[in-house]
């Protein structure tokens, strides 16, 4: 049973516009939730993350919305380049217990940012 | 430079064989993982290791073992591989960020035919 669902497998956005990636759990007990991005042929590396006493965290062009209540969070890219493109991955965490330290991935949006 | 380190990159297997993919992390890390990445899938956890002498399994760890060798050190085994498990492997190693995150740090994975 996923934890982290990312329903959107695929997400085409023009350079310059801004880009929604979305994100929800079923887990209230997760404390923290990141972003990661894969390029091809390439691990997926850290981009943005949030935690649960936050709605809100900005890193330059990326912005990441937490919605607890909904158990929704959103990436934002403002603006989308071309560089973007690449295959965005939801994850969160729960600060206790025995799985302290893991990471539940949702399955990924391909981003792909047209000229 | 510091991170996570995975050989071999490529490798193509025939049914039946086994084989053993190798990760290195230099960043004193506590905790390791192995993920599969499988179209439309996104990534999936086979096996992951606490703590050094410590392993535990993931949600798809048929077919698979693992062994935590030292604190740097996490291998993954095909003891009879399976066209089933053709598929790139990621290895993780899993820090605190300075924001209190856990987050991981991944190589850059071993592409895996098997045929």
């Known amino acids: 049973d996923q934890q982290v669902k990312q329903n959107s497998p695929s997400l085409s956005v023009q350079e310059g516009r801004i880009s929604i990636l979305n994100c929800d759990y079923t887990?209230?007990?997760?404390?923290?939730f990141l972003w990661y991005k894969k390029y091809p042929a390439e691990g997926p590396t850290f981009l943005i993350s949030i935690s649960s006493i936050k709605d809100k965290n900005e890193d330059g062009r990326f912005t990441v919305f937490l919605n607890k209540s909904a158990k929704h969070l959103s990436l934002h890219i403002v603006p989308s380049q071309p560089g973007d493109s690449a295959v965005y991955f939801c994850?969160?965490?729960?600060?206790?217990?025995?799985?302290?330290?893991?990471?539940?991935f949702g399955r990924g949006t391909q981003l792909t940012v047209w000229p | 430079n510091a991170g996570v380190t995975q050989t071999p990159k490529f490798q193509v297997l025939k049914t039946g064989q086994s084989m053993t993919l190798q990760c290195a992390q230099d960043m004193n890390h506590n905790s390791m993982y192995w993920y599969r990445q499988d179209p439309g899938m996104g990534l999936r956890l086979i096996y992951y290791?606490?703590?050094?002498?410590?392993?535990d399994k993931g949600e798809v760890p048929n077919g698979y073992n693992v062994s935590r060798l030292n604190k740097r050190e996490f291998s993954l085994r095909l003891e009879s591989a399976a066209p089933s498990q053709t598929s790139v492997y990621f290895c993780?190693?899993?820090?605190?960020f300075g924001t209190g995150a856990y987050g991981y740090t991944f190589g850059s994975g071993t592409r895996l035919t098997v045929v």
């Open positions: 994850a969160a965490s729960a600060d206790r217990g025995s799985t302290l330290g893991r990471l539940y």
């Open positions: 290791s606490a703590s050094e002498g410590t392993t």
């Open positions: 993780a190693s899993s820090n605190r």
């Open positions: 887990n209230s007990m997760f404390d923290y």
